[in-house]
């Protein structure tokens, strides 16, 4: 499947939508939202005063019908952002079919089942083309593996026993070879089950700051409706009659409806977005977190540097050409399958020394690399070409190198490098330098990321001195060198105790720990099972960088929703200057002054600021689902933008608002 | 609005301003338990000797709810000694005026008053009160709910300082320490400077003399028995009565005066309060009551920003506070400089203002000033009559007042209120910044949400309830004296000032009757106690709390943005709330007033 944001109003999302937002209206449902609890029984009690003997009866109507419409616009906004939801949900149903598995029985024999009847332990062979039944780990055998049904990535990848690529996923297919799979999961209880599950909202949990701002509003709800019923014994006072229609458009605009109609929907659209990115969070709590990091956890392979060491560099040695040294590491090399010996047959070339084959030698002896002698190379016309790590070259030569040599090996360690000499039986060559190339971008990136307060940490196995070097050219604040994974988890629990909050990225079985207990634990979809289920989100591409999305995701949330918070309180004042003086103007003309807005009539006025505050729900659903953007220029910066925008303007557009409809009200004679 | 009282504002300012640091640094030494101060050799000896009486070990700390319950058991046992004492008045000595006990209702409402730092008096002093009653049933709880105030900010600002800790301080200690090293030297002090002023100190009886110019007045006819005769229109009969004499009152003035205001209790030793000749004598005086009301509140302040290592914030929060003083305080004097329409096409006094129910020897600026001064703090203490403020002047004091009267606020009482409105400005605007709300470095929950809001639910419910119940009752209209918005008015100050604990009134209510007694009471009671426990709830769930690390990505609390952000929020959230409320009295007749309608 795609992960593609789809636009805003997309009918097919739309339209279940409006019939969504009518089966909310359940009493069940609303109450768990206390906002739109009070404003649908508002609705109901307006709708019921229609009925009443009053001359004011069309006024009344409007009023009740955007009432209903302010809830019915609530329900909208969660039902859209469930909806698009609901709609990965489905292509990923659609990917689970009834398979069929070959689950090997006790006495050796494979015995065709349902994949519904799988159990944890249970072992199966998938072979070519097959589905694979269920969640599980290889434990033979080797295959490619088509994941696009997750990923959406078309690219298949290889799965093998051991190691920490052995996971599979249940529905994905295997497209060559055979393997052996154990099954880790029940049925119904899969990764796609947990997936399909999480995009459509069904567990969905309030999250720590939902529930907290959910008190907020429904306190200020709460010291609202105190307002409102003391009002009627005061205006009996003051022989003034408060209808009950007035004083309930008075009490849905002044409690926070805004926000409380677009709380939920704010949070289902976070975890959406994490979603498009391919990132799937198992709660939002761990999105929420997300924003709270303050210590980022990076692993120097694969995310600060590109996988492996390249050769980047030829240093021969005295008397020796760059050409000479080339063409000796391109033998050395020839036979050497890893990224970091082709690398060095690839700059050789560079050199315009020709690509040889290794059957265009056929009298030649390769010599594999191995743990005593740390060399690899060939014997070629009984020359002994030779590569390694320097001291074992120095052993193999026998003799002391040239001062140029150590003095190149000493300046290549020390800017972070790798060098490796190349030799015969007879001398020194030279020096090749392995580098480590770091990303490009990185710096900038974590530049970001410190504007926002958050420190990055590397963390590699290299020594100190390497560690350093790499740290700096990429720009981290801070680095862990020669690091054992339970290393690791120390600086996690030493962090958390100072009271920071971390967030990391790994994927092998050794991270699991670690991943379960930082505060935001991002599994690689490529790594193991036991590190998907130790972390709190799994990213499906498998890319290490994703963390910094992951936190901009995670920031834009909370602004999100403080910014409606802000903006909903905010709206208060211009909603009194509306109805306060239609209210009095009946029994005290005098207070038309404070009629600010030149609103037309006293029914005008009410039922403005009613239209008002039900239309901006509808207008903020775009903002709601996308958020509010987030820029790292610090927090002072930030609070300064926002105050701006969604407090002083929060006050000053329902002056205008309000304004404009009363206008438009007046016009088409609506009171 | 002239020069001199600008520059009389300035001076005034700055005077705040100037104490507010080292005032700030003494309050960090007195509520320190092993704290030192220069009065040591004095005090330290009486201190020790007090916790042994007591039985207090000053090492101990304890957590909030034991600390909130030993707050709770001293209000009460000392709310009940002064109910005693005023219902056994006609029996104890130093009561040359041969006072009677006062009525179960009036106790009642007189003690829970003094006890919570209300001051609400349904009483005249100078006709109802012994001096035992003054000088102890009354002063003592002048300095004990001025030094419980102080103890509780003190708690809850260890609470913001402290993390992953269990007690936010002593009570005991505190109220020993406050009441020792911080109330009683001042008041020392200044009881002579205002003795020095001419306010009175003394036992004597009463004077009496003879008035220059005989007067007379109309009072209700009453029958042998003592009862009013009602005529045939079954209102009472009217008979004239001539006066020619005048009883002047006498007493131990000057030392209760010092804690009524230094203390921002406000109850005043007469009727007129500090419009009395002999409670405010001069301008000198008048103008270091203003000062004394904000003292103490101001250097909170910077306690606040010393313990939490963040002077910014102590700033901040005093920024905030200034900025609503200052509006309040132009709003008010400009309300009453221009005066009254009605005056005005009278042709009466047009360049003074509104000088009705203000003293002559103030003048408006200082009517409007000391007006604004004591219903931002809780003081109370009046030396105008804000009934006879026009419909926004009047407003200023009442606004004040709903606030939570944050606006340096009562001692102690003020900070924390305050600070509930700073946990709920981080808690709303902190997600803006992208991370979950924190005041500096604690993260705010949904419990802290919780307890804050239960503060402003209590003191909307408590306000607006008694008010709307009041409106619609026999007894509430009947203690009226004005009818209209205005009488909506004097119903609205009352509740809104005894649930918060302010003590001053619109004058024209007839309070000293069961129903208002009680229920203003009760108001008092609710204002104090169901706001000071969640408070407390507060200090003991920040005390337990971590502290994250500052970083760019941390919610600023110090600074322009944040003290804008603070007062929009105690407008915001705070004011608004009793908008409705407002319209229907003040705003409602200063509309009416300006088409030349009274009440």
Known sequence: MTHKAPSLFDWNIAGPAIVDAFKKLHPRAMIKNPVMFVTLVGAILTTADIFLPTHERGVIAQIALWLWFTVLFANFAEAVAEGRGKAQAKALRKTRTHSTAHKIRGDGKTEEVGADTLRKADVVVVRTGEIIPGDGEVIEGAATVDESAITGESAPVVRESGGDRSAVTGGTRVLSDEIKVRITADPGHGFLDRMISLVEGAKRQKTPNEIALTILLAALTLIFMFVIMALKPMGIYSATVFSVPVLIALLVCLIPTTIGGLLSAIGIAGMDRLLQRNVLAMSGRAVEAAGDVDVLLLDKTGTITLGNRQATEFMPAPGVTEQELADAAQLSSLADETPEGRSVVVLAKKFGIRAREIHELPHAQFIKFSAQTRMSGVDLDGVQYRKGAADSIYKFVGSQPAAEIIQAVEKVARAGGTPLLVATKAKVLGVIYLKDIVKGGLPERFKRLRAMGIKTVMITGDNKLTAAAIALEAGVDDFLAEAKPEDKLALIRKEQQGGRMIAMIGDGTNDAPALAQADVGVAMNTGTQAAKEAGNMVDLDSNPTKLLEIIEIGKQLLITRGALTTFSIANDVAKYFAIIPAMLMATFPAIAPLNVMHLHSPGSAILSAVIFNALIIIILIPLALRGVKFQPIGALAILQRNLLIYGVGGVIIPFLGIKAIDVIVTALNLA | ?599
């Open chain 2, 1 to 599: 609005m002239r020069n001199l009282d600008w520059l009389q504002l300035a001076l005034f300012i700055a005077i705040i301003v100037l104490i507010t640091k080292p005032l700030g640094l003494y309050l960090v030494q007195v509520l320190d338990a092993k704290g030192k101060t220069w009065l040591d050799w004095l005090v330290k000896p009486v201190e020790r000797v007090t916790y042994r009486l007591l039985g207090v070990n000053p090492e101990e700390e304890h957590d909030w709810k034991h600390f909130t319950l030993a707050m709770l058991l001293f209000s009460a046992v000392s709310a009940l000694f002064t109910y005693a004492m005023l219902r056994w008045q006609a029996w104890l000595p130093l009561n040359p005026q041969k006072f009677d006990a006062l009525s179960p209702h009036l106790s009642f409402n007189t003690a829970v008053s003094f006890t919570t730092n209300t001051n609400w008096q349904s009483y005249g002093g100078e006709s109802t009160m012994s001096y035992l009653s003054q000088m102890v049933a009354l002063t003592i709880h002048n300095f004990a709910s001025a030094a419980v105030g102080i103890a509780l900010a003190a708690a809850l600002v260890r609470g913001i300082a402290r993390h992953t800790a269990k007690t936010i301080g002593n009570f005991w200690v505190d109220l020993v320490r406050i009441t020792y090293y911080l109330l009683l030297p001042i008041c020392f002090v200044f009881a002579i400077f205002l003795v020095s002023q001419g306010m009175i100190q003394n036992f004597k009886p009463y004077t009496t003399a003879k008035l220059m110019e005989p007067f007379t007045v109309q009072v209700p006819k009453v029958d042998d028995k003592g009862q009013a005769v009602n005529g045939a229109d079954g209102k009472p009969v009217m008979v004239d009565q001539v006066i020619t004499e005048q009883s002047i009152v006498q007493g131990p003035m000057a030392s209760q005066v010092a804690i009524k205001m230094l203390g921002t209790n406000g109850g005043g030793y007469t009727n007129a309060n500090a419009a009395h000749p002999f409670e405010n004598p001069t301008p000198l005086s008048n103008f270091i009551q203003m000062i004394s009301i904000f003292a103490i509140a101001s250097a909170l302040t910077y306690y606040l920003g010393r313990m939490t290592q963040n002077q910014g914030h102590g700033w901040a929060v005093w920024s905030a506070m200034f900025a609503l003083f200052l509006a309040g305080v132009l709003v008010c004097w400009w309300a009453e400089a221009k005066g009254n329409p009605i005056h005005h096409n009278l042709g009466v006094a047009v360049a003074d203002g509104n000088m009705e129910g203000k003293e002559v020897r103030f003048g408006i600026f200082n009517s409007a000033l000391f007006a604004t001064v004591t219903t931002d703090a809780s003081c109370g203490a009046v030396n105008a009559m804000h009934d006879s403020f026009t419909g926004l002047g009047g407003m200023v004091p009442m606004l004040n007042i709903e606030l939570g009267e944050v606006v340096f606020g009562g001692v102690g009482a003020g900070l924390y209120g305050m600070l509930v409105f700073v946990v709920l400005a981080v808690f709303i605007a902190g997600l803006m910044v992208g991370r979950t709300p924190e005041y500096l470095g604690k993260k705010i929950g949904a419990y802290e949400v919780k307890v804050a809001l239960l503060t402003l639910l209590v003191l909307a419910a408590s306000i607006l309830g008694f008010t709307a119940w009041a409106s619609v009752s026999k007894w509430g209209v009947a203690g009226l004296n004005n009818a209209g918005p205005h009488g909506l008015s004097e119903m609205l100050y009352a509740f809104s000032s005894c649930t918060g604990n302010n003590g001053s009134a619109f004058a024209g209510l007839t309070a000293n009757e069961p129903w208002y007694d009680t229920t203003l009471g009760l108001a008092t009671l609710i204002g104090r106690f169901l706001m000071i426990v969640p408070i407390m709830a507060l200090a003991g769930a920040l005390a337990q709390k971590k502290v994250v690390p500052q970083s760019a990505g941390t919610f600023p609390v110090s600074g322009f943005t944040f003290t804008a952000l603070l007062i929009g929020t105690v407008l915001l959230v705070g004011a608004l709330t009793f908008l409705p409320a407002l319209a229907l009295g003040p705003v409602v007749e200063h509309f009416l007033t300006l088409q030349g309608k009274l009440f």
